[in-house]
Every structure is written in C-alpha cells, then in structure tokens.
C-alpha cells in the first residue's frame, strides 16, 4: 500500500530523515518506534504532504506522492492524527468531526461514517455539543482520532496516541487501535510505549537519529533482548 524509499527531509541546513525506507502493506499495523527526536513525526508529516522530501520517493498505491499538497493526498485515502491532537477548542466535539469530511461530498458516506466513530467512541457521541477544549486528554485524542476517520481513509497516521494519558485510558486508546484495524483501515503508528505498540502491531521499525536502525515481525522484535535493553526499560 505504502512504500517510502530512501527519504531525505531537512529542515533549513538540518537533515531530519537520512535515507528512510519503509514499507506497509494493507490490512497492517506498522509500528514505528525510537527516542524522541529520532524523526517519527518528520516521516508521518512527509508522508501526509505536509513536509516535502529532498531525495527519495513516496509511493502510494502505487503512485508517487512525494511533495503532493496534503489536501490530494487525504483525498486519495491518508489521513493523519498529528501529535498532541490538534482539535479546535472552541469548536463543539460534532464541528470538529464534520471537519475532517471537508473534502468530501458524498453526504451519506459522510453520515455513516459519524455514526461509526460514535459507535467507536460512545464518549464523543454523550460530548458532541461540548466544546472539544473542554474535553479531558483521552477524549481529545478520541476526537483527533474521530476527525482523521471522518475522511474514511485506507490509511490512518497515528502520532503518538498514547502520549500524556493515563494507563488505562492508553489500553482502551489501543483497543479501538485494533478495532479499527478489524474494520479493514491500515493502521501506521508512531509511538514512543514500544512494549504497548509492539503488542497490537504486525511489524515495526525502529528509528534512531534520521536512520531506520531495526525492522522485523513485532512478535520478533518483542522477544528480542536488544530491543528490550535499548527501548523497552530492560525488562
Ligand atoms: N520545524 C522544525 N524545524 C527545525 N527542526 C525541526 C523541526 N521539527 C523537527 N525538527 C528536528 O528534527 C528532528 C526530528 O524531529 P521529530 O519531531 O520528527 O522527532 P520525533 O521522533 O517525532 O520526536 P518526539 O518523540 O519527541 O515527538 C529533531 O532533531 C527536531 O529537533
Ligand atoms: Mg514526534
């Protein structure tokens, strides 16, 4: 579905992403994981046109997304939940939602798709007339996560869900993760709680300074005391 070869991103003279290459295939949970700054988010917003790569190719379905303007690519079936949420706080829970439909123009689509993310996310459903500012951490990243499915993508880009939240609301943030899986979206997650990523994905990479260091089954990787020393606590 998607293959990233070879990126170089930079910012001004730094370079972000030193040769990056990946895969996902549909109907997959890729996990990519590493330390802060190692450049998880430079790549998802590189692969949602929201950064251009200086080498390399993106490809989608086959076809070149690389530079596109991040509008063609949500069109064409990528949408992203950025890093720290992004909702509109003085917007209501059901504004915030519609928003991530407004390149669409299928009006029935749109209206299935609001009720599955209300069946996903029973919370959003009871807070859809309170303004999402004045949602706690966890329901915010069920409405980052509502406004992305709202473009009905192929591919969801998720940025760090667990971030901030408690343990158990980071469990139930999984297992809609999964749930959604089951409903037939692929699913490329970046996630610093490797142990939790690693146990819903089919396949990870971990990246450490620009450069893909490690890929492999994430059963395998999950077993593997190098991993464990390096990012898992050395448990
Ligand atoms: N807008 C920017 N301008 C300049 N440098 C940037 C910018 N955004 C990110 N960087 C740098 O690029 C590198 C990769 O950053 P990135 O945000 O992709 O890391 P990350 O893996 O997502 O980290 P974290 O886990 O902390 O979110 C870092 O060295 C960062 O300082
Ligand atoms: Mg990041």
Do not use: C, W
């Not at 329901?139 to 940025?159: F, I, S, T, V």
């Amino acid at each position: 579905m998607l293959k990233v070869n070879d990126i170089n991103v930079y910012y001004g003279n730094i370079q972000a992403l030193k040769g990056i290459s990946l895969e996902v295939n549909a109907g997959e949970i890729v996990t990519l994981i590493g330390a802060n700054g190692a450049g998880k988010s430079t790549l998802l917003k590189t692969i949602s046109g929201l950064l251009k790569p200086k080498q390399g190719e993106i490809l989608y379905e086959g076809q070149s997304i690389a530079g596109k303007p991040a509008q063609h690519i949500v069109k064409r079936g990528i949408s992203q939940v950025p890093e720290g949420r992004r909702v509109f706080a003085n917007m209501f829970v059901e504004e915030n939602l519609q928003l991530g439909a407004y390149l669409r123009k299928d009006k029935e689509g749109i209206k299935n798709d609001a009720q599955r993310v209300y069946e996903l996310f029973p919370r959003l459903h009871e807070r859809k007339k309170q303004l999402a500012g004045t949602l706690s951490g966890g329901e915010q990243q069920m409405l980052a996560m509502g406004r992305a499915l709202m473009a009905n993508p192929k591919l969801l880009l998720l940025d760090e869900p667990s971030m901030g939240l408690a343990p158990l609301l980071v469990k139930q943030i999984f297992n809609i993760i999964e749930e959604i899986k089951k409903t037939g979206t692929t699913i490329l997650l970046v996630e610093q709680n490797a142990n939790l990523a690693l146990s819903i994905a089919d396949r990870a990479y971990v990246v450490e300074t620009g450069r893909i260091v490690l890929s492999g089954e994430a059963d395998e990787l999950n077993a593997s005391e190098e991993i464990k020393k390096a990012y898992l606590g050395g448990h």
